[in-house]
């Protein structure tokens, strides 16, 4: 990647993270001061660059007091080597704490139709602090895309086969809430990609959503996401449906979840 963006590093921000032990996370959480400076390092150095623009505690480390992650990367800043911190799955207390310590730029947490937990304390506070949202898995891992049923075969070391929320009974149950976005899709001539995308960026104005894909095609795809306009009527008659729909299963299974920070 360093490689690829050098002739235009000053048109790009470079967003990175620390968190886990070993950079593994079946290794567990390891956010001690001494390896943020070993990854802040390391990233520098594969990255063929001076500053992380971006530097993102991976999830919270209930070991490490959050005021002292902040006053680690506080003093990378200092030095020049990142430009502003981001916090991932973090709660609100969490997210206060560290942003008295040094300012949060970003949060990056899961948001999309099918998982809509931020909306009851995270957005208002991310709104009242002024830290900016980077939603994960806006597609909701594909699902939303329509790209995958219940009947999809599903490779047994791709990450979904660990997700409740990805068993064929739930995928089945969730089929619904597929079927209502094809059907705005169709209405607004998008694919479901783009509704799903749509809808997260008009939440919010400081909402920047990174759905993950290998294909120039569905890139293409995304980034068209961007032209297409919801209404207040149209989220309105969105918010109205969703209401209607029970999404089955948990989006991680209990050890994965407690990983979330509070």
């Known amino acids: 990647m360093g490689e690829a963006v050098a ?33 802040a390092a390391a990233s520098l150095r594969r990255l ?17 007091p959050i005021e002292e992650v902040a006053e680690t990367v506080k003093d990378l800043i200092r030095e020049g080597k990142a430009k502003h911190f981001g916090l991932s799955e973090a709660g609100v207390e969490t997210i206060r704490r560290a942003h008295a310590v040094q300012p949060v730029t970003a949060l990056q947490s899961e948001y999309s ?21 980077v939603p994960y898995s806006p597609l909701g891992r594909g699902f939303l895309t329509g790209a995958i049923n219940a009947d999809t075969p599903i490779d047994e070391n791709d990450f979904r086969n660990r997700l409740p929320r990805f068993t064929p009974e739930a995928r089945q149950a969730n089929q619904a ?6 059907k705005i899709a169709e209405q607004k001539q998008a694919t479901r990609a783009q509704i799903a995308l749509a809808w997260v960026l008009a939440q919010r104005p400081w909402i920047v959503t990174i759905p993950g894909t290998t ?11 961007a032209d297409v306009q919801l209404s207040r009527d149209d989220l309105r008659d969105i ?24």
């Open 177 to 182: 809430l597929v079927n209502l976005v094809g």
């Open 239 to 262: 918010d109205r449906a969703l209401s209607t729909i029970a999404v089955k299963g948990e989006r991680y299974p209990p050890a994965l979840e407690q990983m979330v920070g509070r």
């Open 215 to 225: 294909k120039l095609n569905r890139l293409e795809e995304n980034l068209g996401a």
């Open 7 to 39: 002739p235009f590093r000053d048109q790009v921000v470079i967003a990175t993270k620390f968190g886990f032990k070993n950079g593994t996370p079946t290794q567990g959480l390891d956010s001690r001061p001494e390896r943020i400076r070993e990854v």
């Open 48 to 64: 063929k660059t001076d500053r992380i623009d971006l530097f993102y505690q991976h999830r919270v480390d209930p070991n490490i």
């Open 113 to 133: 139709l099918w998982w809509r937990e931020p909306e009851k304390e995270i957005l208002p506070a991310l709104e009242e602090l002024g830290i900016g949202f």
